[in-house]
Every structure is written in C-alpha cells, then in structure tokens.
C-alpha cells in the first residue's frame, strides 16, 4: 500500500467515574452545599487515524496491452498519456488498517474505447474516431496485527514493528475493445519495519487468486462457435489458478534536510506476481516461441515518487500534507501477467513479430493531492 500501515496499539479508555453520595443531611448551620458540575465522558474514537484525499495526476506515457498506433514512418507507437483521478482512503483502528484506493483513468486516442479495435480500427476495417478509453481500478487491503490481536509487543524487535495478517481485493473494468475485467482476492502476511524520520517499509507475501477476468473476444459464439473450455469460453470470463504475489511499499520524509527546506519527502512500491498459465486460459491454442501466450512473472513498480508538503510550506506545519505535490516514474513489465515478448496479437504484431511495446509500461508521471 502507498500509505503507511503503522499498526500501533489503539487503546479505548474511559475517564473514571467518581460517583459522589452522602448518607448525612446538613443541618440549618451548614453553609449551602456548592452544586458540582458533572464531568462528561467521552468515548474514545474508533480510528486514531481516518486519511482522505482526492489526487489528480497524469501518466505521460501509459500503456494498454495491445493498443498501439503505426507511425508514418513505419514504427509503432504503444503509449497513451493518461489523466488519473484518484480517491484514497486510509484509517488505523484499534486492530489494524484499512486501506482504499480507486482510480478513475482517461486515456488519448492511442488507446481507444469500444467499438475501436486496440489497432484504432472499427471492426469491419476502416479508421475509426473512438473517444479514448475508460478505465476504472480499485484496490483494497486490510491488515490485523498480531501485537493488537494478541495483545503483546513480541512482535516488535529490533527495526521490525509488527507482523500483521493482511487480506485485499483487486476491482478493475475498461470500455475498451476488449472489455476487460479484473475482480481478484489476495490474503498473507504483513511485515512492518521502521525507517529513519519517522518513515516505514511493508512487506507483503500474498497468495493471489482471480475470481473472473473478462475478455470479450474470447467468448464463444462471437467468431464461430467454438468448443467451450477448448477454443473459447463460455461467458468470455477466465478463472485463473492461485498465484504468489510480494507487495512492498515505503515512505519516510527526508528529515536530514535543513529545517528551512524540510518539505520533501520520497516513497514508492513494488509488486511482483507470479505466473498464472496460459493467459487466454485456453492452453490448446497456445503455441511456441513467439507465439506463445503462457503469462510471465509480472512486476509492477513506482520505485521512486518525491513529494512536496506545499500545505506545510505555504500554509505552516498545522497543514502539513493537507496539499502534496508530486512526481513519480513508474514501471510496469509484463502488463497484467502478459509476455512482452510474445503473445501475438496483443504484445507483439501477429503477423511479423514485431513488439507492439504496449506491455511494459515506463512512464513518469506528475500530480497533485488535497486531503479533506
């Protein structure tokens, strides 16, 4: 996860209650009794930490596995900028973590919506004019520390702070050609280690398993009728087999800075999932070399992104992080467990080989974070 997952102990407490009674009465001598004012009791709030923010950033060149465009001259052009608007959710309770992210992502006419082919040809041939794609992807994940659950610090040693079982869900949907769909679960373990100035690095190893994921030309019926399970599916929806996946992710704010200039701070993440067989789910129909449409280990990375606390700096420390600027560069190989060096049709031209460098993503990227 981007943000830290710092699963201290949340404890509720309640101020005592000190219950006042008298057994005696005052005779007519005593001075009058002062009222005394009752003290409220409040009850402690369920998240310590509750972090929203809206971001809008831009992708300058993004990829889509199998959208591409034939230059003048002859070579390909796979990237597509992309407009990112993103909502991000993250809380500590008095067990774990919670952690929300969804990204709502526009692309450019390279990456066209349906009724365009990836190739931003209509079905039958001639150039199309499609608006460009629409993509939605959520993440979300929760941790469960097991220093919280049973109520220990055993799992606090040394740089390491808590180890915590984490559980998630991958939603994604696209408007494109393919229709695609991403509706994935993952369950593991959480390690939580310290940094310097306040900072963090989480590892994750996971077990990853894909509930359905659509692709519509792969649904029976639509060129020919096919044999389901043999040479299409059914419903066009592919049941992948459970994989291994290591998510890792670190934050830590560059408090070596002189004070003066004491804004910035860096993060990033990476992801590496496993290979899940043939990505078409069909293996009768793969083949060979560059043929071949087994999927590939896929790593999936933001290894650098430099923030800057303009709220901190222009506003004053109160605002810290109410208003992020930041730059990123990203990269993405093997897009979604797809073999950047084969899968024809897709990663590669189908009829020369020739790659359509639409599967590995390396892109910077720039945007701008309001916490709410």
Same mark, same amino acid.
């Given at each position: 996860m981007p943000h830290r997952t710092k699963n201290s102990a949340f404890l509720l407490s309640l101020a005592p209650l000190a219950i006042l009674a008298s057994t005696s009465f005052a005779n007519a001598a005593d001075p009058p009794a002062m009222p005394v004012k009752a003290s409220l009791i409040t &009850?402690?709030? *369920?998240?310590?930490? #509750?972090?929203?923010?809206?971001?809008?950033?831009? %992708?300058?060149?993004?990829? &889509? !596995?199998? /959208?591409?465009?034939?230059?003048?001259?002859?070579?390909?052009n796979g990237t597509t900028a992309k407009q990112v608007y993103s909502f991000t959710h993250f809380d500590v309770w008095a067990y774990g973590t919670? *952690?929300?992210?969804?990204?709502? =992502?526009?692309?450019?006419?390279?990456?066209?919506?349906?009724?365009? %082919?990836?190739?931003?040809?209509l079905p039958f041939g001639p150039p199309g004019?499609?608006?460009?794609?629409?993509?939605?992807?959520?993440?979300?994940?929760?941790?469960?520390?097991?220093n919280e659950i049973f109520k220990t610090k055993a799992f606090k040693i040394g740089p390491l702070r808590n180890i915590s079982f984490e559980v998630g869900a991958d939603?994604?949907? $696209? #408007?494109?050609?393919?229709?695609?769909?991403?509706? #994935?679960?993952?369950?593991?373990? %959480?390690? /939580?280690? &310290? =940094?310097? +100035?306040?900072? +963090?690095?989480?590892?994750? !190893?996971?077990?990853?398993?894909? =509930?359905?994921?659509?692709?519509?030309?792969? %649904?029976?019926g639509l060129f020919n009728p096919g044999v389901p399970g043999v040479t299409c599916l059914a419903d066009g929806n592919r049941v992948f087999p459970p994989t291994w996946k290591i998510e890792t992710n670190y934050y830590m704010d560059l408090g070596? =800075?002189?004070?003066?200039?004491? +804004?910035f701070a860096i993060s990033g993440r990476v992801s590496m999932t496993g290979a899940k067989g043939d990505i078409n789910t069909l293996p009768a129909l793969s083949g060979v070399g560059r043929f071949s449409t087994n999927s590939k280990i896929e790593l999936n990375s933001e290894p650098i992104r430099l923030t800057f606390d303009a709220g901190k700096a222009f506003i004053g420390p109160k605002y810290g992080h109410f208003v992020d600027l930041w730059v990123a560069y990203r990269y993405w190989h093997n897009k979604y467990g797809l073999d950047s060096? $084969?899968?024809?049709?897709?990663?590669?031209?189908?009829?020369?080989?020739v790659s359509t460098n639409s599967c590995t993503e390396?892109?910077?990227? /720039?945007?701008?974070?309001?916490? *709410?």
């Open positions: &009850d402690a709030p *369920f998240f310590s930490v #509750n972090d929203n923010r809206l971001t809008y950033s831009y %992708q300058f060149t993004a990829t &889509d !596995p199998g /959208a591409y465009s034939t230059r003048p001259n002859g070579t390909i919670n *952690f929300f992210n969804v990204d709502l =992502l526009k692309s450019t006419h390279n990456d066209p919506a349906s009724p365009c %082919q990836p190739t931003g040809t004019a499609c608006a460009g794609a629409t993509e939605f992807y959520g993440i979300e994940r929760s941790t469960f520390g097991w939603l994604g949907a $696209a #408007n494109s050609y393919y229709a695609p769909t991403t509706n #994935n679960v993952v369950a593991g373990l %959480q390690f /939580a280690f &310290d =940094l310097p +100035y306040k900072g +963090y690095v989480n590892l994750a !190893p996971l077990v990853v398993y894909g =509930l359905a994921s659509h692709k519509s030309f792969l %649904q029976c070596f =800075l002189p004070e003066s200039v004491r +804004y060096n $084969a899968t024809p049709g897709t990663c590669t031209v189908a009829a020369t080989g390396k892109s910077a990227s /720039a945007g701008v974070s309001v916490k *709410f």
